[in-house]
């Protein structure tokens, strides 16, 4: 089924706009990355490839808003973003069956779907940009690109089998704003004012660890 195809049938209701997480997480609250979680996400996609249109749902509803922050950190439009969260959800149910656990993380192969939709977004909007167009705000796009394929690169769940001991060599403080950026989708400013650190330093640490973390699992 082609990109920005729409779920149908009993699926359409796992994916209700009308249900989606009306904001991202914020600065402190129960959103942010916890890594003591209950939820299976494994279990939930074993259940999609099953076929049972609820685990899909559940998965949304538990996921949503962190997958919608994510997304939006990288494409920077609230359209473009709920869109591609719909077609990430679609993509999980069609895929689900692909997921190998011995590859890495079931939370790891849920949010680089997203992510790879969403740089696959990107890119196709860069390729209409001309350079009579260009625009001085395309040069913090091209960053935030940049930034977002490192992250793409040290987040694929084929190589999420070494993700954890990659992130556990990184400083706790540097880890938890790489988590925060890319799992919880909050921008830098949040969360500066959420750890209490400068914006400078976080913006460094961000930069700084994914390089090192792409280092780590070359």
Known sequence: MPQGARLSGPLRLCCLWKRRPASVPSPGSQGLTDVSSEFDHADALLR????????????YVYEGARLLG??????KDRGMAEDIVHDACLNIW?????FDPDKGSARTWI???ARHLALNAIRY???????????????????RFQHASVAEDAFDWQTGQRIDECLRQLETERR????????DGLSHA????????PLGTVKA???RSLLRLRECMA
Do not use: M
């Open 70 to 75: 994510v997304v939006l950190r990288i494409v």
């Open 190 to 197: 949040e969360i500066a004012a959420h750890t209490g650190t």
């Open 205 to 207: 640490w961000i930069k």
């Open 176 to 183: 938890n704003c790489v988590l925060h950026a890319y799992v």
């Open 125 to 143: 909007r860069n390729r209409e940009v001309t350079f009579d167009s260009h625009d001085p705000e395309d040069d913090d796009q091209d960053e």
């Open 94 to 98: 069609q895929r689900a069956s692909s």
């Open 48 to 59: 999609c490839a099953r076929g049972e249109h609820d685990a899909l749902h559940q998965l």
């Open 111 to 113: 949010f680089s779907v």
